[in-house]
């Protein structure tokens, strides 16, 4: 923060000191304090236009100077000093440096600073306090993604092989191939109970009983299948 400071108030009711000599070495503060009269000559300035030079101009005097508010209090503070003390803010680098820090904008840019500061130390000592924690929740993640989530994921793979088995077992398909092959075993029992009838290996009523209910087995059956068959369609 470099301000230029407008060196006058009591200037204009007191006399300088005729003993007083101008130090002819370069003043130690920087270019912000000098006059403004003194502006550096650039040789390439005769091919920038008036509007960038202005624009220029502009941009530099707001980084420069204090806003309005700001200025009168400085303005304040520098009434009252003698020729000989505004000559020594300008000499003496100690003497700019303990007024410069002792006004009220800096003071609560400083005071910002500070508290900035230790807010930022505060959240990197729990951010170090915290670190064993994280490097142990991070141990603990990296255990159960090789061991517990492994045999979860194995699990997991085992019941889905299950599951498709069971829905391609009940499917319409398989139930379809379920009735034919019951469809086939009951014709083949009916035609071997026949057989038996025929070699007269059962008497009568035994063999009408039994085959009357193989063959309404199997129709019931068959009906079922024609009707899944039709469905699918």
Known sequence: MSWRFPLFGNSQQQQPDPNFQDN????WYPP???????HPSTPSSSNVSPHQRASDNSQSSSRAQPSPAEAAGIIARLKDKSVDELQRL?????????????LDQVKTQNNLRDEL??????LARENLEKEQRILELRNQCTIIRTTELAAAQDRLAELERQKDEIMR?????ALLDKLQKSMAKLDEESEELHQKFLEK????PTFVQKYKKLRAAYHKQALLHLAGKTSLR
Do not use: C, H, W
């Open 201 to 204: 290996d059962i008497d009568l």
């Open 32 to 38: 912000s304090v000098v006059g403004s009269s003194s």
């Open 169 to 173: 077992s009940y499917s319409p398909a």
């Open 24 to 27: 002819p070495t370069q003043p």
């Open 90 to 102: 300008l000499k003496d680098k100690e003497a700019y440096n303990a007024f410069f820090n002792s």
């Open 117 to 122: 500061r230790k807010e930022t130390m505060q």
